[in-house]
């Protein structure tokens, strides 16, 4: 059994996979017999993403006929699907009628995700070994390519289950490779906007696989890296066309390229929306150059920039600086910001085309799942501390005493004191 | 004078209020009649002992929000006798900055002198007489807004049956009451976000749904939410509707040095159990933090009300309709279900829902609440 994935990975992967089975007949017997909690949650995921902000479904009939036809879940899981919503507390209020679903209120969060609680349902339905397998799989090609006789030692997977898994990724298209020379095989996920797939051959041949796997994971963790002589994979990848790295010119003078290998299920910005994906890389390259090589006034909040371009009560406008002619003239030529004179200065304004505006949303995704600052909130700034510090640290029996001989108010005291300070307290 | 839970039965202005809620109504926002305005005061210079003491009341309170965010605020002054109205009028002026009132409509059956109505120009204040009243009803009509229904709703009997429902809650739960009559009004509305979970929550033990006044008394409390969720609803997008999360925080402490003041007293209340205790003092919950812990679920609710401003201002109506016209007209054979924007009606379930389990109550209010919604929209 491979090892334990986080639950938001797994919600993430299980929606990866239904999709991907999407071109697998569904009533085939692999499916049937190996994948049903992971296209169960996947399919809940893809529903509960499609209902997202609509707070009333007046007509569930017409919700099923159109999620089989856009999204694949099948009608006579619908009802299925929509039970396993109402037991997490995303749909309630649903309305049957001779065992037809009617109507339903939607609760889908809107600020965080829902991954990460669909991921805690499919550890509970007890996934067989060749999902958990192929999730582990799928997770770890949206990470990176791996050559193929890599992939059971990396996962920790038996050669059966692998074989199961691949045959199914590869009958799905969840799962696709290139051939290197001495007939081995790299594996790759086709969610990965690569430029040319195949260029992933030549990649291996000249680099190990431990520079592309730590090249690789930086990139996946943060989209938009600087190019550098110290990323000899990434800049190899580049020069070759595997991957995409918009260039914005530095206050030097010199052009600075980033790197980016977004990681997309949403298959029309890979093919038909992919000007819309090359706006959102465009976009976070110029804030990334801001960031990295911004002189005496770095971008400290990248988030930030891009959501007052998308805030129309700030006319989706940026604030005059020195720099931005410079920094935004990539945006301004694509036609996504028009510059509003302020002396010698100018305010880059989003043109608010529903192209532009998705494409700042999605930079801000891009961004977002970066490890970025708005990921990094709520983590207690003394916990790394703690944890750097290891001389400090006491052992379980030693903090048990010391809890005891010092422990003077009880959580609940503390608590009060608290709410007294915020506020969250009776007047009378 | 014979008063049933702060409601004076025996109020003689009682029909012309009916006539100007019905008008508010028709324009398309929520009432709410006798709303007291106090202060807070230390009981030893309390003339009557009480912690509070009342300045006034508000005779008709019509609340709701343009599609732009704006709250909109309308007070009536409503008296079945016309003497001295200047006076009231630089009284309803006062009201008018106070209350940080939008209009002011001073009601009078009877017909007012030619001065007064000049000087109510000054104040920007509406005068209504028996002849306007009468008229403006005329209109509403003749836009098919007032379908003359005789609805329990409008003729008063509904809004007597629920305030006589909440007059009968047993005294153990005075504070709730005091908190909805008064305190509720006192404070900034964006106290109100937590302040009436607080007091729910406080009082989650004693609360049962299948109590007809307890139940009576959270459809009240979700009106009361509503109405301080439009006002925050307001507050958040004049601040950032780009960034609701930040915007929701810095509302919940006033302004950005309200949010870092609080967050530099609990720091140092951390410091201080760290003192006293030592490094390893923690919890299993994280207790020192600014925000409540059903933050999340707040900003969910205020970010559902910020992308649909027409219905959040119509789940306040239907948050009063269910009380007057679901709920307490119960009985009555006249009532009829009617047709709400079913968004509306949704949120308001949300706001339901929020509350009982921010507040920890007992899950079958909101149960209850739903059927009862489904039952009237």
Same mark, same amino acid.
């Given at each position: 059994?491979?090892?334990? +994935?986080?639950?938001?990975?797994?919600?993430?992967?299980?929606?990866?996979?239904?999709?991907?089975?999407?071109?697998?007949?569904?009533?085939?017997?692999?499916?049937?017999?190996?994948?049903?909690?992971?296209?169960?949650?996947?399919?809940?995921?893809? $529903?509960?993403?499609?209902?997202?902000?609509?707070?009333?479904?007046?007509?569930?009939?017409?919700?099923?006929?159109?999620?089989?036809?856009?999204?694949?879940?099948?009608?006579?899981?619908?009802? #299925?699907?929509?039970?396993?919503?109402?037991?997490?507390?995303?749909?309630?209020?649903?309305?049957?009628?001779?065992?037809?679903?009617?109507? %339903?209120?939607?609760?889908?969060?809107?600020?965080?995700?829902?991954?990460?609680?669909?991921?805690?349902?499919?550890?509970?339905?007890?996934?067989?070994?060749?999902?958990?397998?192929?999730?582990?799989?799928?997770?770890? $090609?949206?990470? #990176?390519?791996?050559?193929?006789?890599?992939?059971?030692?990396?996962?920790?997977?038996?050669?059966?289950?692998? #074989?199961?898994?691949?045959? +199914?990724?590869?009958?799905?298209? %969840?799962?696709?490779?290139?051939?290197?020379?001495?007939?081995?095989?790299?594996?790759?996920?086709?969610?990965?906007?690569?430029?040319?797939?195949?260029?992933?051959?030549?990649?291996?041949?000249?680099?190990?696989?431990?520079?592309?796997?730590?090249?690789?994971?930086?990139?996946?963790?943060?989209?938009?890296?600087?190019?550098?002589?110290?990323?000899?994979?990434?800049?190899?990848?580049?020069?070759?066309?595997?991957?995409?790295?918009?260039?914005?010119?530095?206050?030097?003078?010199?052009?600075?390229?980033?790197?980016?290998?977004?990681?997309?299920?949403?298959?029309?910005?890979?093919?038909?929306?992919?000007?819309? $994906?090359?706006?959102?890389?465009?976009? +976070?390259?110029?804030?990334?150059?801001?960031?990295?090589?911004?002189?005496?006034?770095?971008?400290?909040?990248?988030?930030?920039?891009? #959501?007052?371009?998308?805030?129309?009560?700030?006319?989706?406008?940026?604030?005059?600086?020195?720099?931005?002619?410079?920094?935004?003239?990539?945006?301004?030529?694509?036609?996504?910001?028009?510059?509003?004179?302020?002396?010698?200065?100018?305010?880059?304004?989003?043109?608010?085309?529903?192209?532009?505006?998705?494409?700042?949303?999605?930079?801000?995704?891009?961004?977002?799942?970066?490890?970025?600052?708005?990921?990094?909130?709520?983590?207690?700034?003394?916990?790394?501390?703690?944890?750097?510090?290891?001389?400090?640290?006491?052992?379980?029996?030693?903090?048990?005493?010391?809890?005891?001989?010092?422990?003077?108010?009880?959580?609940?005291?503390?608590?009060?004191?608290?709410?007294?300070?915020?506020?969250?307290?009776? $007047?009378? | 004078?014979?008063?049933?839970?702060?409601?004076? =039965?025996?109020?003689?202005?009682?029909?012309?209020?009916?006539?100007?809620?019905?008008?508010?109504?028709?324009?398309?926002?929520?009432?709410?009649?006798?709303?007291?305005?106090?202060?807070?005061?230390?009981?030893?210079?309390?003339?009557?002992?009480?912690?509070?003491?009342?300045?006034?009341?508000?005779?008709?309170?019509?609340?709701?929000?343009?599609?732009?965010?704006?709250?909109?605020?309308?007070?009536?002054?409503?008296?079945?006798?016309?003497?001295?109205?200047?006076?009231?009028?630089?009284?309803?002026?006062?009201?008018?900055?106070?209350?940080?009132?939008?209009?002011?409509?001073?009601?009078?059956?009877?017909?007012?002198?030619?001065?007064?109505?000049?000087?109510?120009?000054? =104040?920007?204040?509406?005068?209504?007489?028996?002849?306007?009243?009468?008229?403006?009803?005329?209109?509403?009509?003749?836009?098919?807004?007032?379908?003359?229904?005789?609805?329990?709703?409008?003729?008063?009997?509904?809004?007597?049956?629920?305030?006589?429902?909440?007059?009968?809650?047993?005294?153990?739960?005075?504070?709730?009451?005091?908190?909805?009559?008064?305190?509720?009004?006192?404070?900034?509305?964006?106290?109100?976000?937590?302040?009436?979970?607080?007091?729910?929550?406080?009082?989650?033990?004693?609360?049962?749904?299948?109590?007809?006044?307890?139940?009576?008394?959270?459809?009240?409390?979700?009106?009361?939410?509503?109405?301080?969720?439009?006002?925050?609803?307001?507050?958040?997008?004049?601040?950032?509707?780009?960034?609701?999360?930040?915007?929701?925080?810095?509302?919940?402490?006033?302004?950005? =040095?309200?949010?870092?003041?609080?967050?530099?007293?609990?720091?140092?209340?951390?410091?201080?159990?760290?003192?006293?205790?030592?490094?390893?003092?923690?919890?299993?919950?994280?207790?020192?933090?600014?925000?409540?812990?059903?933050?999340?679920?707040?900003?969910?609710?205020?970010?559902?009300?910020?992308?649909?401003?027409?219905?959040?201002?119509?789940?306040?109506?239907?948050?009063?309709?269910?009380?007057?016209?679901?709920?307490?007209?119960?009985?009555?054979?006249?009532?009829?279900?009617?047709?709400?924007?079913?968004?509306?009606?949704?949120?308001?379930?949300?706001?339901?829902?929020?509350?009982?389990?921010?507040?920890?109550?007992?899950?079958?209010?909101?149960?209850?609440?739903?059927?009862?919604?489904?039952?009237?929209?």
């Amino acid at each position: 059994m491979p090892s334990k +994935l986080d639950k938001f990975r797994i919600g993430l992967c299980s929606q990866d996979v239904h999709t991907g089975l999407r071109n697998v007949d569904p009533s085939s017997g692999a499916v049937v017999q190996y994948m049903e909690s992971t296209r169960l949650v996947g399919m809940a995921a893809s $529903l509960a993403l499609t209902i997202k902000g609509q707070d009333v479904v007046e007509d569930a009939e017409a919700l099923k006929v159109i999620v089989a036809d856009q999204l694949d879940i099948d009608p006579f899981a619908f009802n #299925q699907v929509v039970g396993l919503l109402e037991e997490q507390g995303i749909v309630y209020n649903v309305e049957r009628q001779s065992g037809r679903i009617k109507r %339903l209120y939607e609760k889908v969060p809107v600020h965080k995700n829902v991954f990460e609680q669909l991921g805690e349902v499919w550890e509970q339905r007890g996934p067989t070994e060749i999902e958990a397998s192929m999730v582990a799989t799928v997770d770890a $090609l949206a990470t #990176q390519p791996i050559r193929h006789m890599e992939l059971g030692r990396t996962l920790g997977m038996d050669k059966k289950a692998q #074989q199961i898994v691949l045959d +199914l990724g590869r009958e799905s298209q %969840l799962i696709k490779s290139v051939s290197l020379p001495k007939g081995e095989e790299v594996l790759y996920s086709p969610y990965f906007s690569f430029e040319n797939p195949s260029i992933l051959a030549e990649l291996f041949t000249k680099h190990t696989d431990a520079e592309i796997q730590a090249e690789f994971e930086g990139l996946k963790s943060y989209q938009g890296l600087p190019l550098s002589d110290k990323l000899p994979v990434l800049t190899d990848a580049v020069a070759r066309g595997l991957l995409t790295a918009p260039s914005v010119e530095a206050p030097d003078g010199e052009l600075r390229s980033f790197v980016f290998a977004p990681y997309t299920i949403g298959h029309d910005y890979l093919t038909t929306r992919k000007s819309v $994906l090359e706006k959102a890389l465009a976009i +976070l390259a110029c804030v990334r150059c801001g960031q990295h090589f911004g002189g005496y006034t770095p971008v400290a909040f990248p988030a930030r920039i891009l #959501q007052t371009l998308l805030d129309p009560s700030r006319n989706r406008m940026l604030k005059a600086h020195s720099s931005h002619r410079r920094q935004y003239r990539l945006l301004h030529r694509m036609g996504i910001v028009r510059f509003i004179p302020s002396g010698a200065w100018v305010q880059p304004q989003l043109i608010d085309t529903p192209d532009n505006i998705e494409a700042v949303k999605l930079a801000m995704e891009l961004l977002k799942y970066s490890g970025e600052p708005l990921a990094g909130r709520g983590v207690p700034p003394d916990a790394p501390k703690l944890l750097m510090n290891p001389g400090r640290y006491l052992t379980p029996i030693m903090t048990v005493q010391r809890q005891r001989t010092r422990l003077l108010l009880t959580d609940e005291h503390w608590e009060k004191l608290v709410n007294a300070a915020t506020g969250r307290i009776r $007047l009378g | 004078m014979q008063r049933q839970g702060g409601f004076v =039965l025996d109020d003689r202005d009682f029909p012309v209020k009916l006539a100007v809620r019905r008008l508010f109504w028709y324009e398309g926002l929520s009432t709410r009649l006798n709303v007291k305005l106090a202060a807070v005061v230390r009981r030893d210079q309390s003339r009557t002992r009480a912690a509070t003491e009342e300045y006034t009341d508000l005779d008709v309170l019509g609340v709701g929000m343009t599609p732009g965010y704006q709250v909109l605020l309308k007070v009536a002054d409503c008296k079945s006798v016309g003497k001295r109205i200047a006076e009231r009028l630089f009284w309803l002026q006062g009201v008018k900055v106070l209350f940080q009132a939008n209009t002011c409509y001073l009601v009078r059956p009877s017909e007012v002198p030619a001065s007064s109505r000049q000087l109510a120009t000054r =104040l920007d204040i509406v005068i209504v007489s028996g002849k306007d009243l009468a008229a403006l009803q005329e209109f509403s009509r003749e836009s098919g807004a007032d379908s003359g229904s005789q609805h329990p709703f409008f003729d008063g009997s509904a809004y007597l049956a629920f305030e006589k429902t909440l007059a009968s809650i047993d005294s153990r739960l005075d504070p709730l009451q005091k908190y909805r009559s008064t305190y509720y009004w006192i404070l900034e509305p964006r106290r109100n976000l937590q302040q009436l979970v607080t007091y729910l929550s406080d009082f989650k033990q004693q609360l049962y749904p299948d109590n007809k006044p307890h139940f009576a008394l959270f459809l009240d409390y979700v009106w009361l939410y509503c109405f301080a969720l439009l006002k925050t609803v307001e507050g958040v997008v004049k601040s950032s509707a780009g960034d609701i999360d930040h915007a929701l925080k810095q509302f919940l402490f006033g302004d950005e =040095l309200g949010l870092k003041e609080r967050e530099a007293v609990v720091h140092h209340l951390r410091e201080l159990r760290k003192m006293l205790e030592g490094e390893q003092a923690s919890s299993a919950r994280d207790i020192f933090s600014v925000l409540p812990s059903y933050y999340p679920s707040l900003r969910e609710l205020v970010t559902r009300f910020v992308r649909k401003p027409r219905a959040g201002s119509e789940a306040l109506r239907c948050s009063e309709w269910l009380n007057l016209g679901g709920f307490a007209a119960s009985q009555s054979p006249r009532v009829e279900r009617i047709s709400a924007d079913p968004v509306a009606a949704k949120l308001l379930n949300d706001v339901a829902s929020f509350l009982v389990e921010a507040s920890q109550l007992n899950p079958e209010f909101s149960a209850r609440f739903l059927q009862l919604s489904n039952e009237t929209f």
